[in-house]
């Protein structure tokens, strides 16, 4: 199943979730009527009532409607607070969980390997780097939470970084990547939202129950025996309807949740290559004490988005969300012969020159490769047809040759750069230096116009990395655009309201936008944007490409002349792409009706389609620029910036070192 596919299935799973959400609810509502009415019925004759026609005796449509319409309020208010509350994404649920983010520029061994892998996995990927939090708990888990790719957080336990090995914490992350990709982290959050109003009832029931305590204290007065009487019936009625609402959304989670682990656990041994790191993980779960278990007291509502079960706990009213362990294993290593690894010794804590060390004798095995992974202007390196063509088949997918070239990228990449990437400051100088522009008297006035907004001391960190950024191929600007990107999450809303306004007084210094202006404002800001409120996440709703037509001429224009420099063979190259996916309706615009101030409009339009028609729409781009027999790096990295903006990973190519 490739991205693509995923995304659709796990829209369409939301559907199912949906739809067994409505029969529970349907269910709690007769519940509910029932229980009112036995009670009615038992206040009134003394006796319980075991047919329907005996409840019709007592029966009051006004009061059953009314009865509908307050459990069907109350858990919708349930529902939409929740869903508030967790509109800012994963770093919500690891909060929630009681997880703390690793700072990037972190000097725990520990962490540097945690951090190291998630940065492999993504930049190969080409997805922007996910934050990291740690959980203190000792059992090995993980998971993965988030709205979409672009603003995804990994969070794993400290008891996993204690007794896995960096090739089992790279299968363990890989799983997580997969649950990213496949759609699964957003299915996840609706999850815990829509069940969340099905779960108040109960808690609401056993509110009521212990309010009795009150009523007591005046029982021997007039009507008080009869308050009782009502406050318990309500109160029990409450409770049973919240605990047949628990059964519901454990038995909802269960469905939707087991296959998805094990697609997760294929895609981990997909994407490393090897079925030792994931499997000897889930062996030592098995093996260790603590096992998987999570200790927080949030740990069962958001059982379905761990690695392995967080709650070990036996309940009548719970369904696993997980396969068994033995399962899991033996359908990744069907020889295994049932033995856990029961290791518990707490690996020594390495020094950084270990931890160096380990990654030199690891790159030395790898193919010399470098990523192409940038903006790629000005540069004269070619992306074959081939490449271009797999790089769009792998949206969503991870091969150990992507991440070993992502190793070596990271370690070629000059040390004050990455220093810089790993605190809020820095990052932020990073970003700046790359929009200063050459010429030396708009550089002036750039720095004229930082030295206003964030000071003479931020800007000297601006110019201190400006001439390392200005050497840099052009071949590796979203990478490190991507690397950079977690830390800038890190910023408080004061500091990224500074830093959008650097930005976009930067860009329009010369009183114009170019290409690479326009991507690196657009890539960066797009990210950020969601992540401080200040952009809504659209939800896709068109189901064909003529609802984005001229946001799709204008895109397919533009690719066509820059990567054709002959018009009949850039408009040739044009209807090429438009016939490769039967969209005959659109037409090319001339030159002169493209304009970079255009293209964010265009951009957001096109964030509407569903992901089938993101996959034509990005693969008549691929046509486009291909359309010669060669691609230039220029029209090829605008073509990932399109599809990073479209939450659609396209990964970098591999060119030769």
């Not at 192409?372 to 949206?395: E, F, K, M, P, Y």
Request: charged share 20%; with cysteine.
């Amino acid at each position: 199943m490739n991205f693509f596919e995923a995304q659709d299935s796990a829209r369409r799973s939301t559907s199912l979730l949906i739809l067994m959400f409505v029969l529970a609810v349907a269910g709690l509502l007769v519940l509910s009527n029932i229980l009112v009415f036995e009670f009615i019925y038992f206040t009134q004759y003394s006796m319980l009532a075991f047919s329907l026609a005996e409840l019709r005796l007592v029966f009051d449509s006004n009061l059953s409607a009314m009865i509908c319409a307050s459990i069907l309020g109350f858990i919708t208010l349930g529902s939409l607070y929740k869903l508030v509350q967790l509109s800012s994404g994963g770093s919500a649920i690891a909060q929630h969980l009681g997880g703390v983010i690793v700072p990037r520029s972190s000097s725990d061994p520990l962490h540097k390997i945690i951090l190291n892998i998630v940065e492999e996995m993504a930049i190969a990927s080409g997805t922007p780097v996910p934050q990291v939090y740690i959980l203190n708990e000792p059992g090995i888990n993980a998971f993965a939470a988030g709205w979409k790719t672009t603003n995804a957080v990994i969070g794993i336990t400290q008891g996993a970084l204690e007794r896995l090995n960096r090739d089992e914490l790279q299968g363990v992350i890989a799983h997580e990547f997969s649950h990213i990709f496949n759609g699964d982290m957003r299915l996840n959050i609706r999850l815990i939202a829509v069940l969340h109003g099905i779960l108040m009832i109960g808690m609401l029931g056993r509110m009521t129950l212990r309010s009795l305590r009150y009523v007591r204290t005046s029982r021997n007065s007039k009507g008080g025996g009869q308050a009782v009487l009502v406050i318990l019936g309500i109160g029990g009625a409450l409770a049973v309807v919240g605990y047949t609402g628990t059964f519901f959304g454990n038995w909802i989670k269960s469905l939707i949740s087991k296959q998805r682990e094990y697609l997760a656990d294929a895609s981990a041994v997909q994407f490393t290559r090897s079925d030792e790191g994931i499997a000897n993980a889930l062996k030592k779960i098995g093996g260790a004490i603590p096992g998987s278990a999570i200790l927080a007291a949030s740990v069962d509502e958001y059982s379905h988005a761990y690695f392995a079960l967080g709650d070990n706990t036996f309940s009548l009213f719970s369904f696993s969300t997980h396969p068994p362990l033995k399962q899991r294993i033996l359908r990744i290593q069907p020889g295994w012969d049932g033995r856990y690894i029961f290791d518990e010794r707490k690996p020594k804590r390495g020094s950084d020159d270990a931890v160096q060390h380990e990654d030199e004798d690891r790159r030395k095995k790898n193919i010399a490769a470098s990523v192409a992974a940038g903006v790629g202007l000005g540069q004269n390196i070619d992306v074959s047809i081939n490449q271009a063509l797999n790089s769009l088949d792998n949206i969503g997918e991870v091969s150990r040759e992507q991440v070993r070239a992502a190793q070596l990228w990271h370690r070629q990449m000059p040390q004050q750069l990455i220093s810089n990437a790993e605190n809020p400051y820095g990052a932020q100088a990073l970003m700046l230096a790359l929009l200063i522009d050459e010429d030396a008297m708009i550089q002036r006035e750039q720095y004229a116009v930082l030295d206003d907004l964030i000071g003479e001391l931020h800007t000297s960190n601006v110019k201190q990395v400006q001439s390392t950024v200005a050497e840099l191929a052009g071949t590796q600007t979203l990478p490190l655009i991507d690397l950079a990107l977690p830390t800038l999450r890190e910023m408080t809303a004061e500091q990224y309201q500074r830093f959008k306004q650097c930005i976009q007084q930067l860009v329009s210094a010369d009183k114009k936008v170019d290409l690479r202006e326009w991507i690196i404002q657009r890539v960066v800001l797009q990210h950020l944007d969601e992540q401080y409120g200040h952009r809504r996440k659209p939800a896709a709703k068109y189901f064909v490409l003529g609802s984005a037509k001229q946001a799709s001429e204008l895109m397919l224009s533009l690719l066509a002349y820059l990567e054709h420099k002959d018009p009949l063979q850039a408009q040739q190259a044009f209807d090429t792409a438009k016939r490769s996916i039967g969209a005959g309706a659109l037409a090319m615009l001339p030159k002169d009706a493209i304009s970079l101030h255009s293209l964010n409009d265009a951009m957001d339009e096109l964030e509407f389609l569903k992901p089938p028609i993101k996959k034509h729409f990005l693969q008549a781009c691929v046509v486009c620029i291909s359309y010669d027999g060669e691609v230039a790096i220029k029209a090829y990295e605008l073509t990932r910036a399109i599809a990073s903006c479209l939450d659609c990973p396209m990964p970098p190519v591999f060119v030769d070192a």
